[in-house]
């Protein structure tokens, strides 16, 4: 049987093809199943560069796909990304400045706790005043995740990350104080990881079951960290105890489930998975936002509370600001703004021309239809 070959790259999440596909001489997908995000993350994760058909035109066709976006061009593209929502004048989430000050705050109390010093909280419950009053969302903003240094930092920039995205995706449904608190509850949440071994904690693929019992145990630190506390409200509680909890009540550390996870920890929970899916970590490539929703969206009613994870994807968008899109006219467009509640799937997008060979920021426009939007470019 003759195999024809064409690039990884060229395979689209929600696509079905006409011929079977092969990986290695081993079969991948069968003729007219559809591509998913998960098996879109497994062959990224296997290196996979070219895959296999028997039917020489599907090859031919797939191969010409990719001619609109070399790997240059995707290196380009991912390199300019903030530059370019400058020059469409999307705002920050976060300011910069507050940004580095509350990781650096926090990477502070992460270290603290490391030491079991940690008695003093006031200068996190600061932060989280200040992202409150700060960070507002009305469809045309972007978080911009700082660079993580090094892996140990990872979770003062997630914690940072998680409270800015939470406290703007929340700000319809959150009052004043409320905000404080959900800013204060993302702050904390992971703060019991600092009592996990680095080595189990940062390891670069699998860990075992008895590694993973040992990361759980971060919830447990994590409550005795707000016992030093003292007076501390339910929902910053909640969001520290019940962040790990699945709404089908396979989570842990207490196997709630459904209505009885804290409300605020099954919005959490989704904001959560988005930003650890979404940044670049120790072990794991950032993977582009609308396919970070689509794995949550698979993941609804098991692990996730449907309503919440529906009202992420309201407010953020079904692709949310600084993801790229292949439109069917094939001009790459870089979404610059969202119509949260409303038209969630028809965004602002800039064109990029690339006819000088490098991305230059053209101009806005509105989609009207959803089918404008051919792909998401995973960068
Ligand atoms: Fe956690
Ligand atoms: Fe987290």
């Known amino acids: ?57 599907l090859a031919e066709r ?14 380009q593209l991912a390199n300019m990304r903030d530059s370019l929502l400058d020059e469409f ?13 509350a990781i650096s705050v926090s990477a502070a109390c992460f270290a603290d706790a490391a030491d079991g010093r940690l008695d003093d909280f006031g200068n996190l419950w600061q932060m989280a005043e200040e992202i409150a009053e700060v960070v507002r969302y009305s469809g045309g903003e972007v978080l911009k995740p700082l660079d993580v240094p090094e892996p140990e930092v990872y979770y003062s920039h997630h914690s940072v990350n998680v409270a800015a995205m939470m406290v703007g995706v929340m700000s319809d449904i959150s009052d004043s104080v409320g905000r404080i608190q959900v800013a204060m509850g993302c702050l904390m949440h992971d703060l019991g990881t600092s009592q996990v071994p680095k080595e189990i904690l940062f390891r670069k693929g699998p860990v075992s079951e008895k590694e993973f019992g040992i990361i759980k145990e971060h919830i447990d630190f994590g409550k005795r960290l707000l016992m030093e506390c003292g007076e501390i409200h339910e929902n910053v509680k909640g969001m520290v105890i019940g962040h790990h909890e699945k709404f089908n009540g396979t989570g842990y550390p207490d196997g709630l489930s459904g ?3 804290p409300y605020l920890s099954r919005w959490f ?22 396919i970070a929703l689509e794995l949550i969206g698979q993941c609804v009613g098991s692990q996730f509370d449907p309503d919440c994870a529906k009202g992420l994807v309201e ?31 028809r965004p602002e997008v800039g064109i990029i021309d690339m006819s000088s060979g490098k991305p230059v920021p053209k101009e806005k426009v509105r989609l009207n239809s959803k089918d404008d939007v051919v792909d998401t470019l995973d960068i």
Do not use: W
């Open 1 to 57: 049987m003759t195999k024809h070959m064409f690039p990884m790259n060229a395979l689209r999440s929600g696509e079905f093809y006409e011929s079977d596909l092969f990986l290695d001489r081993k079969f991948l997908l069968r003729q007219g199943h559809r591509v998913t995000p998960a098996l879109l993350i497994k062959l990224k994760k296997l290196g996979a560069k070219e895959l296999g058909t028997r039917l020489e035109s």
């Open 62 to 75: 797939m191969r010409k796909r990719l001619l609109v976006l070399t790997q240059e061009v995707r290196g």
């Open 89 to 101: 004048g999307v705002k920050e989430l976060l300011p910069h400045d507050l940004q580095e000050k």
């Open 259 to 261: 209505a009885d996870i």
């Open 269 to 290: 929970s989704c904001c959560d998975v988005y930003d650890a899916l979404t940044t670049s970590r120790a072990h794991q490539e950032r993977i582009a936002p609308p």
């Open 315 to 345: 407010r953020l968008g079904v692709y949310p600001v600084g993801s790229y899109l292949l439109l069917k006219d094939e001009r790459i467009a870089l979404v610059t703004k969202n119509y949260p509640l409303k038209a969630y799937d």
